[in-house]
């Protein structure tokens, strides 16, 4: 069972830089898993933000973030980090990362959940 911690949510200003990062532990080794970033507000689903396959040459982003998100890996420190530039209101949302045997958009592929951390983006 592998367990997924995110850390360096907060509260930023319009045009801001946050970095989230999550740290796996647990389960099969960390190499062998696409790591996706989602992002939930209330009353709504979850949302794909990005994904990194597990060789990491392969990145995946939601329309709504490409050229202002960057999603990275280490596969040698478990851990899988997402760098949000040019934050606008509309990020604020609780952001998940979560580990999947590939990479989708598909919430419902990934296995492996954190607990989340809230971005608040406000003036």
């Known amino acids: 069972q592998m367990q997924l911690v995110e850390s360096g949510g907060g509260l930023a200003q319009p045009g801001d830089s946050l970095k989230l990062s999550c740290v796996a532990s647990?389960?099969?080794?960390?190499?062998?898993?696409?790591m996706g970033w989602f992002r939930q507000t209330p009353g709504k689903e979850r949302e794909f933000v990005a994904a990194?396959?597990?060789?990491?040459?392969?990145?995946y982003y939601a329309e709504a973030v490409k050229g202002r998100f960057t999603v990275s890996r280490d596969n040698a420190k478990s851990t899988a980090d997402l760098l949000m530039n040019s934050l606008k209101p509309e990020d604020t949302a609780v952001y998940y990362c979560?580990?999947?045997?590939?990479?989708?958009?598909?919430?419902?592929?990934?296995?492996?959940w954190g607990q989340g951390t809230q971005v608040t983006v406000s003036a």
């Open positions: 979560a580990a999947g045997p590939r990479s989708t958009p598909d919430a419902g592929r990934y296995r492996y």
């Open positions: 647990g389960g099969m080794p960390f190499k062998d898993y696409t």
């Open positions: 990194v396959s597990w060789a990491a040459g392969e990145t």
